[in-house]
């Protein structure tokens, strides 16, 4: 168990609906980050947070928006939801004394 | 920018053969090294990290990698693969000062009786 915890596990909606994932970092984490994982682009980076502010951005679409709560959780939006945005969808943290980032399970998104 | 390439998408090897799977990054910053491994249906847990210091790396489950500066490679290997080592293998390279993490394509793992 990393200790990063996302919920849902499955989603299942219509092209066109909005979602929210929501993820809960290891306690104390401050650094969040999104990443979507699909066959064809492999695992790509979509945003970083860390204490409540973005930090870094990656291959995030205009439909989709993050944020990080002041309790440190976050959660992305995806919205105007099309097809090709079917894929895994994994949050990671990290902390200020390790380096690397702990992964939860992944939100398994599928649109119909 | 950093990149992080892993030029073999698959390496199917026999069970006790040896195995090494390749990764090679661009980097213009310090930064730190990481191999991660995702089973089937599961999120990515770390293998093992190169952050300073010696640049052979020890990890879990009888995997090394060795950090090579001049050919900014970082090469997973282990001497003798299980069954249970079947997974997917990513490398990935995070910037020293935003730990903005960059994954290569992965590489898939399938140990064969």
């Given at each position: 168990d990393s200790g990063v915890t996302q919920t849902p596990k499955h989603l299942i909606t219509a092209t066109g609906q909005r979602v929210t994932l929501r993820c809960s970092p290891r306690s104390g984490d401050l650094s969040v980050y999104w990443y979507q994982q699909s066959l064809d682009q492999g695992l790509q980076f979509l945003i970083q947070y860390y204490n409540g502010e973005e930090r870094a951005k990656g291959n995030?679409?205009?439909r989709f928006s993050a944020q990080q709560f002041p309790d440190l959780h976050s959660e992305l939006n995806l919205s105007s939801?099309?097809?090709?945005?079917?894929a895994l969808y994994f949050c990671a943290s990290s902390g200020d004394r390790e380096a690397e980032a702990f992964f939860g399970q992944g939100t398994r998104l599928t649109v119909v | 920018a950093q990149s992080v390439t892993q030029l073999d998408s698959q390496v199917p090897v026999f069970e006790e053969a040896p195995v090494e799977l390749r990764c090679n990054y661009s980097s213009s910053v310090s930064v730190y090294l990481f191999w991660y491994v995702q089973y089937p249906n599961q999120g990515l847990q770390l293998l093992l990290k190169y952050l300073?210091?010696?640049t052979l790396v020890k990890g879990i489950n009888g995997f090394e990698a060795e950090f090579n500066k001049s050919q900014t490679s970082f090469h997973l290997r282990k001497p003798s693969v299980h069954i249970s080592d079947t997974a997917e293998y990513f490398c990935a390279v995070s910037d020293?000062?935003?730990?903005k993490y960059i994954f290569g394509t992965g590489t898939r793992l399938k140990v064969l009786a």
């Open positions: 995030i679409l205009e939801l099309e097809l090709g945005d079917s | 300073s210091g010696s020293r000062g935003t730990y």
